[in-house]
Every structure is written in C-alpha cells, then in structure tokens.
C-alpha cells in the first residue's frame, strides 16, 4: 500500500472535529478535483510502499486510539481489509475518508464520504482524459447506499459556489434515508480568506436545512502546510 505521509495530529474536519488521532494518507486516486488540497497523493502520487505491519508499527508509536485512513483515495487498496482489521483488534477507533466510489468490506467505526459534484472536474480542455474519467467514476449510488446502510457515516459535500447546493439536494433526494444531522457542507478554499468567504452564506443555508457547516479547521490551527 503506498503511502505518502503518516502523522499525528488533531482531526479538523466532520463529526471528530478536535479528536487527537493518527493520519493515514495512501497515495493515489482514481478522481482528479480540481480543487484537490493534497495533489501530492492524487494528481502527482508520491510515497512509498509499506507492508500492513510496517504501517502498524508506526502507527504503535503513538499513545491515540483514533486513527483516520485518508487519500488520495484509500479503498483503492485491498490491504486496507487487513490493515483496518489489525487496527480494530489493538482497539483503535477508524475513521476512513472516501469520495464513495468504491466498495471494500473494512472495518471502520465512522465512514467519512465526500461524494463529488458535477463541479468538482478538472478543466476539459487541459485534461480532456481525466475529465471524463472523472465525471464517469465520481457518483456511484450503489456505492453510497451500501456504505450508509454498512456504517456509521458522515456526508461531506465539498461546496464552490452556491448553484452547488441545488446538487447536493439532488444527490441527497436519490439516497433514501439520509438525516439532516448527517450532512455537512465544507466551502472549498485553500486558505481561510476563501472559506471565510463562502463560510457565510454556506452558514446560512445549512442552518435553513439543519445541516452542519464544516469548516477545516486544521488551516485555521496549522496553516496550509502538510502533515496536519
């Protein structure tokens, strides 16, 4: 399983938001979003291989019971049955962070999905292929129902602009059985002046739908720096 970075630090995203916990980030991914804050695990994958029990012992090194398992897109990987299924039985606490596109029967105590909206491509004309690999593979509603119906989850919808939110009331309406208190909106930004800036009116809207705002706070806490 080829990982980009392992480290601990402090969950800033989602329902966790302020739980001590280990990263987990695997290199590669099979979407290209434009607005991607880690390309160094999806557009330019970098890393290196580790064997499940090398990840282990790493991740031994800290006294944290939360581990997070994010990407690039991790269920890309089978090794995560074995890996997930080790973590659980030392009593660790799993959060895996997917887009929803693809399906493995791991462990996990909260699936994190961020389905991908029709926005979320890179530009067509720089990456004709990508584009339409993108737009093909990043809404799976099979997926996403199984992964509701199998865990304990949380939606998180990256949003842009405000024609954005009209989509995720599409996607919500497709997928029986979503509650409100499920379903988190994050404003796209790379800085704290671009989420600040979609943060209010993106307030206002989760509050008229009892959705939550979910801000990333590790910019807030680190800066747009790595291995936070």
């Not at 392992?6 to 302020?18: A, F, R, V």
């Not at 979407?31 to 695990?41: G, H, Q, S, V």
């Not at 944290?64 to 398992?69: A, D, G, Q, S």
Request: with cysteine; aromatic share 8%.
């Amino acid at each position: 399983m080829r990982i980009a970075e392992l480290y601990k630090s402090i969950q800033g995203e989602g329902l966790l938001t302020g739980m001590p916990s280990v990263f987990i980030r695997a290199s590669g991914c099979n979407l290209r979003c434009w607005f991607c804050d880690t390309p160094y695990a999806s557009w330019q994958p970098e890393g290196q291989d580790y064997a499940v029990d090398e990840i282990i012992a790493e991740v031994e090194e800290w006294d944290v019971k939360h581990v997070v398992i994010t990407g690039g897109e991790p269920m890309l990987f089978a090794e995560m049955i074995p890996l997930c299924r080790e973590l659980r039985r030392r009593g660790r606490h799993i959060t895996i962070e997917t887009a929803g596109t693809l399906y493995l029967g791991v462990a996990c105590d909260l699936m994190s999905i961020s389905p991908k909206l029709s926005t979320s491509g890179p530009d067509p004309e720089r990456h004709a292929h990508w584009a339409r690999r993108h737009e093909r593979q990043r809404y799976q509603r099979e997926v996403l129902m199984r992964l509701m119906a199998e865990y304990e989850y949380q939606l998180k919808f990256v949003v842009d602009c405000v024609d954005d939110v009209a989509e995720v009331d599409a996607m919500i309406a497709e997928l029986p059985g979503v509650t409100a208190d499920r379903v988190l909106l994050m404003p796209q930004g790379r800085t704290m002046e671009e989420m600040a800036s979609r943060s209010l009116w993106l307030a206002e809207l989760c509050h008229e739908r009892g959705w939550q705002l979910c801000p990333r706070r590790q910019l807030e806490w680190f800066g747009p720096v790595r291995g936070t």
